[in-house]
């Protein structure tokens, strides 16, 4: 009996899509539920896996494009492989028996002593990308690894994302750290022998209980994504710090204890959480102090360098930092704006709109708003260039410049212009938090019509920032100083603020780049007008 496998409903715009890849091969044995292919839509990648436990035959072919509903393989019934756990018929499988039998054959998904490999290719991140770099291994060439788990860190020059093993077996790395990869190239190989498959057969076997209990857990050993970044800036091996989570895994404060310890051999032994891996936290003191060795003393008056690879982030931002300074007319326009009447709603406000909203109010919401209404009035400046034409948008997806431990991102908050203070302050927080735990996505940095950039925060006083291409226009905000300035024909100190607009000169000219700047400062000076749209 076989089950036909056809392509699923993916979204309501979605009417084809194409068959990136196969993960198992035309008559491999397949279990319910397992990944058997990628599939690639127009908007997103996703995978395809098995209906039911069976041996698998292939229908369409890798690069096949396939309407909604199409035929893409058939998974025929394997008696030996869907035989019932009770069945009396399915113990000897696993077990020795004195006779030959021939149920026993197919009933692992290899011989004993064969081994089937699979290649981990670098996969497909983003439209725009065509290469990637290998930025650090987690697991080591050798080990085993299980399904799914985390082996390296890739790097994109918008954002870095996890490597995980396709099937379990021992790794066997090709790449090294520091690669620079194009997409599709192979990283490492996974290999898996008869006995390792044996492991999967019917779990009524007393042979295959005994191995599922005596082997580690998948998840012992493995940090969570904030250890993981503790462990990697300090150098520490993953082997030498005793995992107290669910499953073995190494949480943050694990990661944190070992870090004192390292530091401190004298801590504490008793502050260590009862121990859930094979490791003893009377061991951790000296492996992790050898695994993480401090850097050497520099002598006051030497003449020494340090050099660090670049990013691949670094790499690429310094490429486009350099293109838009020779293939843009970059200008700049400087004005002032006095931020009294903003604080004054901040620090009226501020305690109950927290409480309503569950997010401070900060400067960043009403430049927002304020530059969203600016744009309406000359919608050049939030333009682009397309060939020889010029492409005008009638919404306003304003990217917010964060600093992420990497370096800079751009994470875009779409469709500002409907949006509340409140919703922009929330979309704000959310995006600073993902820069900072390096979790931005590639749909969340693109497709920006202008950016916002406040240098204030470092104490800048005043600058001239560069145009995000292919964007035509950056607002620059900077520190609030308290200055004297006239107002009314008399000298009153306020605290004011210099706001820097950088154009594109070929589509924005003078006249609108110093309007909208003007604008912008009118509605921050008036608050009253943002709420009202006048």
């Known amino acids: 009996m076989s089950l036909t496998i056809k392509v699923p409903p993916v979204g309501e715009s979605i009417t084809e899509v194409t068959l990136a890849s196969w993960k198992k091969k035309d008559g491999d044995a397949v279990q319910m539920d397992e990944v058997i292919a990628e599939l690639e839509s127009d908007k997103a990648t996703f995978e395809l896996t098995a209906e039911k436990?069976?041996?698998l035959k292939i229908v369409a072919k890798e690069g096949d494009t396939l309407p909604i509903g199409a035929v893409v393989a058939s998974i025929e019934e394997s008696g030996s492989l869907a035989v019932d756990s009770s069945s009396k018929e399915a113990t000897p499988v696993s077990a020795p028996s004195s006779q030959p039998s021939t149920a026993t054959a197919p009933a692992t998904s290899s011989q004993p002593g064969t081994a089937t490999s699979l290649q981990v290719k670098v996969p497909?991140?983003?439209?725009?990308?065509?290469?990637?770099?290998?930025?650090?291994?987690?697991?080591?060439?050798g080990d085993t690894v299980a399904m799914d788990e985390a082996i390296a860190e890739l790097e994109s020059d918008k954002a870095t994302f996890e490597l995980t093993?396709?099937?379990?077996?021992?790794?066997?790395?090709?790449?090294k750290e520091g690669d620079t990869l194009p997409i599709g190239a192979v990283v490492c190989i996974i290999e898996s022998g008869g006995s390792d498959n044996n492991v999967?057969?019917?779990?009524?076997?007393k042979e295959t209980t005994t191995a599922a209990t005596t082997s580690t857990s998948y998840a012992s050993g493995i940090p969570s994504p904030a250890a993981a970044k503790i462990l990697a800036e300090k150098g520490m091996d993953t082997k030498s710090v005793s995992g107290t989570g669910k499953a073995g895994r190494i949480t943050k404060e694990d990661a944190l204890l070992a870090e004192k310890i390292s530091e401190n051999p004298q801590v504490s032994k008793g502050s260590q959480k009862p121990e859930v891996g094979s490791q003893k936290p009377e061991a951790m003191g000296p492996k992790?102090?050898?695994?993480?060795?401090k850097p050497e003393a520099v002598v006051p008056g030497s003449r020494t360098d340090r050099r660090e690879k670049m990013s691949s982030l670094r790499k690429t931002v310094a490429k486009r930092l350099v293109a838009v300074k020779n293939e843009t007319a970059m200008l700049t326009t400087f004005n002032e704006v006095d931020m009294a009447p903003i604080m004054e709603i901040r620090s009226k406000y501020k305690d109950k709109f927290k409480e309503k909203h569950g997010v401070g109010l900060g400067f960043m919401s009403f430049f927002t708003k304020a530059v969203c209404e600016a744009l309406k009035d000359w919608p050049a400046v939030g333009a682009r260039i397309e060939g020889e034409e010029v492409v005008y948008s009638n919404f306003a997806d304003i990217s917010i410049a964060v600093s992420a431990p990497k370096g800079l991102v751009v994470p875009?908050?779409?469709n500002a212009e409907s949006m509340s203070l409140a919703e922009i302050e929330k979309a704000v927080a959310a995006l600073a938090v993902k820069a900072r735990e390096n979790k931005l996505t590639i749909e969340e940095m693109t497709g920006g019509t202008f950016t916002i950039t406040n240098g204030g925060v470092f104490g800048s006083m005043m600058s001239t920032p560069i145009l995000n291409s292919p964007q035509s226009a950056i607002l620059g905000m900077h520190n609030i100083i308290e200055r004297p300035v006239a107002v009314n024909g008399q000298v009153v100190i306020r605290p004011m603020m210099y706001v820097a607009l950088s154009y594109d000169h070929r589509i924005v000219d003078g006249r609108e780049s110093v309007s909208f700047l003007v604008r912008v400062k009118q509605l921050l000076e008036d608050p009253a007008r943002l709420l009202l749209g006048v």
Request: charged share 25%.
């Open 53 to 55: 436990a069976g041996i």
């Open 124 to 141: 497909t991140v983003g439209e725009s990308i065509t290469e990637v770099t290998l930025s650090r291994w987690i697991k080591k060439d």
């Open 165 to 175: 093993a396709e099937k379990a077996g021992v790794l066997k790395t090709i790449a």
């Open 200 to 205: 999967a057969v019917d779990s009524s076997s």
């Open 288 to 293: 992790a102090e050898s695994a993480a060795p």
């Open 412 to 414: 875009v908050i779409r």
